[in-house]
């Protein structure tokens, strides 16, 4: 793939946030960028600004839910350059509401946006790119693998787009195409997207914490447009709440109802309207919650061939101390490890049966009875902090840094589930 410096890249979702974001970072790095979105004053406020600080940079304004429309601006880059090396589908909006509550017709909007604006970005960015190559980049959310109530209706078009894009993968593989696609999938990110999103919930809505500056993102897809990665998570905090979602689901299904509150602001009014069927007027880059600078997953995602070696290191180290760490050294728990403990835990708390427990542990019934009051007679092995203390469980973040804490350490941040 060729150096960033001699690329032409076509940029949806370019008014503001990520899409705003990663095309002024693009240019300042010598990249010619195509920026599209419907806000056509934005639009051209932000190309003035990259020509004047010595870019190179045009605008077309198309709506993704589109076809026609965006396969003319696609035109309009090869007019104005002379091809597309890179294509990134960055466009996106959101509803904060409960799913019954959530309008028809929004929801098919939402739809036409996330899922369907995704499909169309994809079917012409690979009619350009197939026969000279290049980068095919979509912008998800940590929401393509994670439930989250409120903003149920993103999460699942999140979810959608997701699926498309790695089945499209394979098909490009299968197919020969020198054509590299990446998923980025960001967390709680910096952004005007909770003050754009249709907003049926009382108060402000609000990107939950642990929230990561845009420009982190940026430097995640200009890296794919240069070396081809098949995904990429931006921001640890967001990486460990998928973890967690993914091994503890019942516990995860009942913690939910604790990031309800912190999605919203009571005490700060709504924002009046919406970007659903028309774009808002402004086109800022960022939102009302500064966000982290640094993530150390993310740049060691972006660094993983000089870090293989040592993660592997790192996993077979904690793989033979698990194995040699059993726990409750006598006795029915004995040859049962400490994630075996945990997920029973979390298994019972969330109501299951003991045939049901058997199942997922892959262990008799016999056993399951025969250990269960163990881990009934321990409850601090599972450290979630009750209603008691809000939302602040399992996954926070570190003072220092965004490694989640190791099983049993207090958490110091209040722990985000969802994140756009």
């Not at 004995?334 to 298994?347: A, E, I, K, N, R």
């Amino acid at each position: 793939m060729k150096p960033l410096s001699e690329q032409v890249i076509v940029i949806t979702g370019a008014s503001s946030g990520i899409g705003l974001v990663t095309a002024r970072m693009a240019a300042e790095q010598g990249a010619r960028v195509l920026l599209v979105a419907r806000n056509a004053a934005a639009l051209a406020d932000a190309v003035s600004a990259i020509r004047s600080a010595g870019g190179v940079a045009d605008h077309a304004v198309a709506d993704v839910g589109d076809a026609a429309q965006l396969s003319l601006a696609a035109e309009k880059a090869l007019a104005c350059y002379g091809r597309i090396d890179a294509w990134v589908n960055c466009a996106g909006v959101a509803i904060y509401a409960p799913l019954l509550d959530t309008p028809h017709d929004e929801h098919h909007r939402l739809f036409r946006t996330n899922y369907f604006g995704t499909v169309h970005g994809c079917r012409i960015a690979v009619a350009h790119l197939r026969d000279r190559g290049g980068a095919l980049i979509t912008v998800g959310s940590i929401t393509s693998e994670l439930p989250t109530p409120i903003m149920g209706a993103y999460a699942a078009s999140k979810h959608a787009a997701k699926a498309y894009v790695d089945g499209l993968r394979m098909e490009v593989m299968a197919a020969g195409l020198p054509i590299s696609v990446t998923l980025i999938k960001p967390s709680g990110i910096d952004t005007p997207i909770a003050r754009h999103a249709a907003n049926h919930v009382e108060g402000e809505a609000r990107i939950p914490p642990v929230v990561y500056d845009p420009a982190l993102v940026a430097r995640a897809i200009l890296d794919a447009a240069v070396h081809p990665r098949r995904e990429m998570t931006v921001g640890g905090v967001g990486r460990a709440q998928v973890l967690f979602g993914l091994h503890f689901p019942a516990m995860f299904d009942r913690l939910s109802r604790f990031m309800i509150p912190i999605l919203s602001n009571p005490a700060v009014p709504k924002t009046l309207g919406d970007n659903l069927f028309a774009p808002m007027p402004d086109g800022s880059p960022r939102g009302a919650q500064p966000g982290r600078k640094t993530s150390g997953y993310t740049a060691a995602e972006r660094h993983s061939t000089a870090t293989a070696l040592g993660s592997l290191a790192l996993l077979a180290a904690g793989a033979a101390l698990l194995a040699r760490r059993r726990v409750g050294q006598t006795g029915a728990a004995s040859h049962w490890t400490d994630t075996d403990l945990d997920l029973l835990h979390s298994l019972n708390e969330g109501g299951a049966t003991q045939e049901q427990m058997a199942r997922r542990l892959g262990r008799p019934v016999s056993e399951i009875h025969r250990v269960l009051p163990t881990v009934q007679s321990r409850p601090d092995r599972i450290p979630v902090q009750t209603a008691d203390h809000g939302a602040n469980a399992w996954f926070g973040a570190d003072e220092e840094g965004d490694v989640p804490p190791p099983t049993g350490r207090p958490l110091n941040d209040t722990a985000a589930w969802v994140h756009t």
